[in-house]
Nanobody
Framework: QVQLVESGGGLVQPGGSLRLSCAAS????????MGWYRQAPGKQRELVAA???????NYADSVKGRFTISRDNGKNTVYLQMSSLKPEDAAVYFC???????????????WGRGTQVTVSS
């Protein structure tokens, strides 16, 4: 099977920075798009940023210019560098990846368990 594990969440003051990491492990032949989603209390889960295997990126308008998504294909890891954090950025952040396992010929979507980001003074 495939597992995604996030790390780097925590408490930060408004205007501060935080870097999230998500490492994929298990039966991995290839990983296509990877991304970060977030969900605040009482709200729907929303896409924050995504990155293709070739490095093309897409961001939610609310985080453009403040967040940067990147990946290390050799480590099967995706990162989210968050700067100039605002209280409205507080949420549980989830990692997502489309993974093709050994012996298969199609991609499946996998999700991490989430990591809490709190922005408060």
């Amino acid at each position: 099977q495939v597992q995604l594990v996030e790390s780097g969440g925590g408490l930060v003051q408004p205007g501060g920075s935080l870097r999230l990491s998500c490492a994929a492990s298990g039966s991995i032949f290839s990983i296509n798009t990877m991304g970060w989603y977030r969900q605040a209390p009482g709200k729907q889960r929303e896409l924050v940023a995504a990155i293709t295997s070739g490095g093309n990126t897409n961001y939610a308008d609310s985080v453009k210019g403040r967040f940067t998504i990147s990946r290390d294909n050799g480590k099967n890891t995706v990162y989210l560098q968050m700067s100039s954090l605002k209280p409205e950025d507080a949420a549980v952040y989830f990692c997502n990846a489309a993974v093709m396992s050994f012996g298969q010929s199609s991609y499946k979507q996998y999700w991490g368990r989430g990591t809490q980001v709190t922005v408060s003074s």
